[in-house]
Each structure stands twice: as structure tokens, then as C-alpha cells.
């Protein structure tokens, strides 16, 4: 079963890193042109509002409410069903995400007023403009989101998590053939236009698979199926878990559309690697758990056994490679951003204020990313309910500290107000922390004890730790005058071969394994 389980979080993981790696491509192609400009900020704040309706409708909130119960009629070999389930979910999610598309493009003036307040003249009226041209992109992409949640539920993850590439790809090649003659302004429409084009490749490449899998899918809106009354009564609190978090987000636009030009678009730079790990580890194991814990079967007890064996080792893949993440980003932030980043517009100044904010990230990022893990749990025993309250505790405590580290503390104590970014990634992952205790102590009082021993964390933390210092001994080492990629690449595999030894001497079985697996 671990096997198995290696295999299909490797396909996700596989897919996940080509398309990242496709995003960091499109992120310092947007750095050189954009840099930490007006143009910048804009597209920025305005690339949060209508991923919203993607984040609100797309792949969690569908994946925890729709692929338990798809999965399960799968299981029980009644596809014709699953089938009707699926098809009647699609022309529900078209009607409803087609209205509210209609609806965000008639009131994007009042959003932009709520999401950026700090934003006026040029910079809050190309975000208007912007936002206007990017609300049907986001619908097309829920619509992508619906096509994972089938494959993923007949175990067929890599081409669900490698269609963004060709959403970056389009972007990555407007912005080269635009860029040389246009303003910046004029290169973000360009930009924005792309992103809607990217997102119908995106939708249109899955497609064909979908129906190939599962031919049985009749789009019929059908609210008296049981099926289809249980997908919507789980997507509900979902929906408003996922509403909370996504709301968390719009706060700390708010925030951040205070601090100084520039604060948006590095804020936007750093989430870019930060949740590449959550993407990329986190992410990958959670989807390739969640239908096979939602396939369990037999009594209460044997399932509780299973979930809590599936649980636990996905518990240690996750956090085998999220210690040695958040180490990298604290030690060694600057080397990553300054290669990934540093190109055109885009200062070394610049990335030394991404990298605070990244490093203020890693407070949180290995609760955030265990957490979804736990999440899913709870969503293949169809209880949304529970994630959901205490999303809105962590959403409530990270807006207080976030409001008190990003604003208030630099005033009280004097510094400079860029630093606040910092602050506010700091703040969120205290709140991931309390989330994360709370979704295990709940969990475990409902299945039994669950979660990784101290003695196994200490030892990733004290690898990670020992691999820093001599990355960090090799980049003091090296002369200024190296490029910053040759920089990275003579710093990083230092520290990921020093990680991978020190775990193989400490004898962390996902070290091993990975060792057993290279070596054949």
C-alpha cells in the first residue's frame, strides 16, 4: 500500500513540479519586464480577485466535497451512476460560475475598492481594467478543476497536474512577443488576455481524457440525485472554509496595499516559492490520498486502522521534504530569489525584501502543509464541517496578528515600513500552527492517535540545519562576481546532497527509500 501510495503522490509531485517549474519561468519573465512597478502591483492585486472564484469553486473545495463520493461509487462498480453524479455536478458548477462571472466583471469597481483601498489613479484604474479581462479566464479554470477530480478519482493524476503548463506557456510567450514594443501598462492588457487563452488550453486538453475515462458522463443538472444531493451538501461547508481562507488572503491584500509600492508585487514573488513546496509535497500527497482513503472499506474500526496507517506515512512524506524546504528558504531565501528574480527591473535590493517575507513564511509552512493532509481526512470521512470551524479560527487569529505584525509593530518599533511583509507571512503561520493542532487533536479523538513522533521532526530539523551550514559555508565561499544562477546552482545541490546523507545516517525511512529507489 506505501508503495502504491509513493506512486501516485510521484505522478502528482511530477506534474506539480513541471508546471511550477513552467510558473517560475513566468514569474521571472514577468520580474524582468515588471519588476516591482505600478504595472506590477496591478496585475497583481488584480489576478487575486478573480482567483478567488478559482480557489473558491476549483480544485479543494470540488475535491473535498465531489471526489469522496465519486470515488465511492467507483468503488462500488456503479459507474453509470458516478457517471450521472459527475455530469450533473458540471452543469451546475457552468450555470452558477457563469453568473458570477457575469456578475464580477459588472462589479469589479467596488471589488478593486475592497481588495486594494490603497490603490488610486493609474494604479487602481489598470486594475479595474485588468480584473474586468481576467473573471472569464477563472471561470474557465473551475470548469479544469471539475476535469481533475475525475481523473484523480480513476487514478489518473499527471495530466491533470501538468495542463497549467500550457496556461504558463501561453502567458510566458505573450509577454516575450509583447514586451519588446509595448508600455507596461499596455503589456499587462496583453498579459491579462493571455491568461484567458491559457486557461481554455488548460480546460480543453483534459477533455478528451475525461470522457475516454468515464464515458458514462451525462451533463444533466439533476438536484434529486442522492449523489448529486451529497456532493452539494458536503461542498457547502467547503465552500465556506475555502471562503474564509480566501478571505484571509483579501485581508492581507488590504494590508499590503498600504505598505509601499512595490510590498503587493514582492509579496507576490515570494508566494511564488512558498507554495511551491505546499504545491509540490503537500499537495501531491493529499490528492493522491484522498480517493483511496475515500474508497476504504469494511467496519468502522478497520477503516479508522486504514485511514490512520495512510495518514501517517503520508504524514512522513510530507514532512521529509517540507523541513529541508523552510530551511532553504531561512538560509538560503537570498540565492534562490536572487536566481530565480534578479533579471531586467528586478534589483538585488528587491530581492532582499522578498526574502524577508519568505522567511517570515516558513514559520507556518510545514503546519499549513500537514494540515491539508488532515483536512482531507476529515473530507473522505465526509465531514466538511469540522476544517471549516477551524479555518475561521485561523483566519480570525491571523488577521489580528497580521494586522499587529505588518502594521503596527514596524511603527512602534521604527522601522522601515517595507518590512511589514514579513511580518504578515510570519503572522499566518502562527495561525497555521493553531489550525493544525486543532484538526489532530479532533482527529484523534475520532480515529485514534495520529501524527509524527517528536524524536523523527527533531532529527529532519537538526539534517536540514547541518545541510544549511555547509550551503551556507559553499556561498560564502564563492566570489561576488558570480552570476546568481551559477551561484544557485553550486549552493543548492550542496545542501540537498548534505539533507539526503545526514537523513540516510539518521535512517529516516523516505531517505531510504528514496536510496533503494535511485539505486535500482
Same mark, same amino acid.
Given at each position: !500500500?506505501?508503495?502504491?501510495?509513493?506512486?501516485?503522490?510521484?505522478?502528482?509531485?511530477?506534474?506539480?513540479?513541471?508546471?511550477?517549474?513552467?510558473?517560475?519561468?513566468?514569474?521571472?519573465?514577468?520580474? @524582468?519586464?515588471?519588476?516591482?512597478?505600478?504595472?506590477?502591483?496591478?496585475?497583481?492585486?488584480?489576478?487575486?480577485?478573480?482567483?478567488?472564484?478559482?480557489?473558491?469553486?476549483?480544485?479543494?473545495?470540488?475535491?473535498?466535497?465531489?471526489?469522496?463520493?465519486?470515488?465511492?461509487?467507483?468503488?462500488?462498480?456503479?459507474?453509470?451512476?458516478?457517471?450521472?453524479?459527475?455530469?450533473?455536478?458540471?452543469?451546475?458548477?457552468?450555470?452558477?460560475?457563469?453568473?458570477?462571472?457575469?456578475?464580477?466583471?459588472?462589479?469589479?469597481?467596488?471589488?478593486?475598492?475592497?481588495?486594494?483601498?490603497?490603490?488610486?489613479?493609474?494604479?487602481?484604474?489598470?486594475?479595474?481594467?485588468?480584473?474586468?479581462?481576467?473573471?472569464?479566464?477563472?471561470?474557465?479554470?473551475?470548469?479544469?478543476?471539475?476535469?481533475?477530480?475525475?481523473?484523480?478519482? @480513476?487514478?489518473?493524476?499527471?495530466?491533470?497536474?501538468?495542463?497549467?503548463?500550457?496556461?504558463?506557456?501561453?502567458?510566458?510567450?505573450?509577454?516575450?512577443?509583447?514586451?519588446?514594443?509595448?508600455?507596461?501598462?499596455?503589456?499587462?492588457?496583453?498579459?491579462?488576455?493571455?491568461?484567458?487563452?491559457?486557461?481554455?488550453?488548460?480546460?480543453?486538453?483534459?477533455?478528451?481524457?475525461?470522457?475516454?475515462?468515464?464515458?458514462?458522463?451525462?451533463?444533466?443538472?439533476?438536484?434529486?440525485?442522492?449523489?448529486?444531493?451529497?456532493?452539494?451538501?458536503?461542498?457547502?461547508?467547503?465552500?465556506?472554509?475555502?471562503?474564509?481562507?480566501?478571505?484571509?488572503?483579501?485581508?492581507?491584500?488590504?494590508?499590503?496595499?498600504?505598505?509601499?509600492?512595490? !510590498?503587493?508585487?514582492?509579496?507576490?514573488?515570494?508566494?511564488?516559492?512558498?507554495?511551491?513546496?505546499?504545491?509540490?509535497?503537500?499537495?501531491?500527497?493529499?490528492?493522491?490520498?484522498?480517493?483511496?482513503?475515500?474508497?476504504?472499506?469494511?467496519?468502522?474500526?478497520?477503516?479508522?486502522?486504514?485511514?490512520?496507517?495512510?495518514?501517517?506515512?503520508?504524514?512522513?512524506?510530507?514532512?521529509?521534504?517540507?523541513?529541508?524546504?523552510?530551511?532553504?528558504?531561512?538560509?538560503?531565501?537570498?540565492?534562490?530569489?536572487?536566481?530565480?528574480?534578479?533579471?531586467?527591473?528586478?534589483?538585488?535590493?528587491?530581492?532582499?525584501?522578498?526574502?524577508?517575507?519568505?522567511?517570515?513564511?516558513?514559520?507556518?509552512?510545514?503546519?499549513?502543509?500537514?494540515?491539508?493532509?488532515?483536512?482531507?481526512?476529515?473530507?473522505?470521512?465526509?465531514?466538511?464541517?469540522?476544517?471549516?470551524?477551524?479555518?475561521?479560527?485561523?483566519?480570525?487569529?491571523?488577521?489580528?496578528?497580521?494586522?499587529?505584525?505588518?502594521?503596527?509593530?514596524?511603527?512602534?518599533?521604527?522601522?522601515?515600513?517595507?518590512?511589514?511583509?514579513?511580518?504578515?507571512?510570519?503572522?499566518?503561520?502562527?495561525?497555521?500552527?493553531?489550525?493544525?493542532?486543532?484538526?489532530?487533536?479532533?482527529?484523534?479523538?475520532?480515529?485514534?492517535?495520529?501524527?509524527?513522533?517528536?524524536? @523523527?521532526?527533531?532529527?529532519?530539523?537538526?539534517?536540514?540545519?547541518?545541510?544549511?551550514?555547509?550551503?551556507?559555508?559553499?556561498?560564502?565561499?564563492?566570489?561576488?562576481?558570480? @552570476?546568481?544562477?551559477?551561484?544557485?546552482?553550486?549552493?543548492?545541490?550542496?545542501?540537498?546532497?548534505?539533507?539526503?546523507?545526514?537523513?540516510?545516517?539518521?535512517?529516516?525511512?523516505?531517505?531510504?527509500?528514496?536510496?533503494?529507489?535511485?539505486?535500482?
Amino acid at each position: !500500500m506505501a508503495a502504491k501510495a509513493r506512486s501516485a503522490s510521484l505522478l502528482v509531485g511530477a506534474g506539480i513540479l513541471l508546471s511550477r517549474i513552467a510558473g517560475l519561468v513566468r514569474q521571472r519573465v514577468f520580474a @524582468h519586464y515588471f519588476g516591482q512597478s505600478i504595472a506590477a502591483d496591478a496585475f497583481n492585486a488584480a489576478f487575486r480577485i478573480p482567483n478567488f472564484l478559482q480557489n473558491l469553486f476549483g480544485e479543494g473545495v470540488l475535491s473535498a466535497s465531489f471526489i469522496p463520493v465519486y470515488s465511492r461509487l467507483l468503488a462500488d462498480g456503479d459507474e453509470k451512476e458516478a457517471g450521472r453524479v459527475a455530469g450533473a455536478i458540471a452543469a451546475i458548477i457552468l450555470l452558477v460560475v457563469s453568473l458570477i462571472v457575469l456578475a464580477g466583471v459588472l462589479l469589479t469597481p467596488w471589488m478593486v475598492a475592497f481588495i486594494a483601498p490603497g490603490f488610486d489613479g493609474e494604479r487602481r484604474e489598470l486594475t479595474i481594467q485588468l480584473t474586468r479581462i481576467l473573471f472569464p479566464g477563472a471561470g474557465v479554470l473551475v470548469l479544469s478543476a471539475w476535469c481533475l477530480g475525475i481523473l484523480n478519482s @480513476h487514478r489518473k493524476f499527471f495530466l491533470s497536474y501538468t495542463a497549467p503548463v500550457l496556461w504558463n506557456v501561453v502567458m510566458i510567450g505573450a509577454m516575450f512577443w509583447w514586451g519588446r514594443f509595448s508600455t507596461q501598462n499596455t503589456l499587462a492588457l496583453s498579459l491579462a488576455w493571455a491568461s484567458v487563452v491559457g486557461s481554455a488550453a488548460q480546460f480543453f486538453i483534459q477533455i478528451p481524457v475525461v470522457f475516454r475515462v468515464s464515458a458514462a458522463i451525462s451533463l444533466r443538472s439533476s438536484w434529486k440525485n442522492s449523489g448529486v444531493k451529497t456532493v452539494t451538501r458536503n461542498f457547502i461547508p467547503v465552500f465556506l472554509g475555502r471562503g474564509v481562507v480566501q478571505l484571509s488572503a483579501f485581508i492581507d491584500t488590504i494590508i499590503v496595499s498600504f505598505l509601499p509600492q512595490g !510590498m503587493p508585487a514582492a509579496l507576490g514573488y515570494a508566494q511564488v516559492l512558498y507554495t511551491l513546496p505546499v504545491s509540490l509535497f503537500g499537495m501531491s500527497v493529499s490528492a493522491a490520498e484522498l480517493p483511496e482513503m475515500s474508497s476504504a472499506r469494511g467496519t468502522s474500526a478497520e477503516i479508522f486502522a486504514s485511514l490512520r496507517q495512510r495518514l501517517n506515512n503520508g504524514l512522513g512524506r510530507i514532512a521529509f521534504f517540507i523541513v529541508p524546504s523552510a530551511m532553504a528558504f531561512l538560509a538560503l531565501g537570498d540565492v534562490l530569489i536572487r536566481a530565480l528574480f534578479q533579471t531586467g527591473k528586478f534589483t538585488a535590493s528587491d530581492a532582499n525584501y522578498v526574502w524577508a517575507i519568505l522567511a517570515g513564511s516558513t514559520v507556518g509552512l510545514l503546519a499549513a502543509t500537514l494540515g491539508r493532509l488532515y483536512a482531507s481526512t476529515y473530507y473522505a470521512l465526509q465531514d466538511t464541517r469540522t476544517p471549516l470551524k477551524f479555518a475561521l479560527a485561523r483566519v480570525l487569529l491571523g488577521t489580528a496578528l497580521g494586522y499587529l505584525a505588518a502594521v503596527l509593530l514596524p511603527r512602534w518599533m521604527g522601522w522601515s515600513a517595507g518590512w511589514g511583509g514579513a511580518g504578515l507571512t510570519a503572522a499566518s503561520g502562527i495561525a497555521a500552527w493553531v489550525e493544525f493542532f486543532l484538526l489532530r487533536r479532533k482527529l484523534n479523538q475520532r480515529i485514534g492517535v495520529t501524527g509524527l513522533p517528536a524524536n @523523527h521532526i527533531a532529527k529532519l530539523w537538526l539534517a536540514a540545519g547541518v545541510a544549511a551550514a555547509l550551503a551556507w559555508l559553499t556561498k560564502t565561499a564563492i566570489p561576488a562576481s558570480w @552570476h546568481p544562477i551559477f551561484r544557485a546552482a553550486a549552493v543548492v545541490p550542496v545542501y540537498g546532497l548534505a539533507y539526503f546523507a545526514a537523513t540516510t545516517i539518521f535512517r529516516i525511512e523516505e531517505a531510504q527509500a528514496l536510496f533503494r529507489r535511485i539505486r535500482r
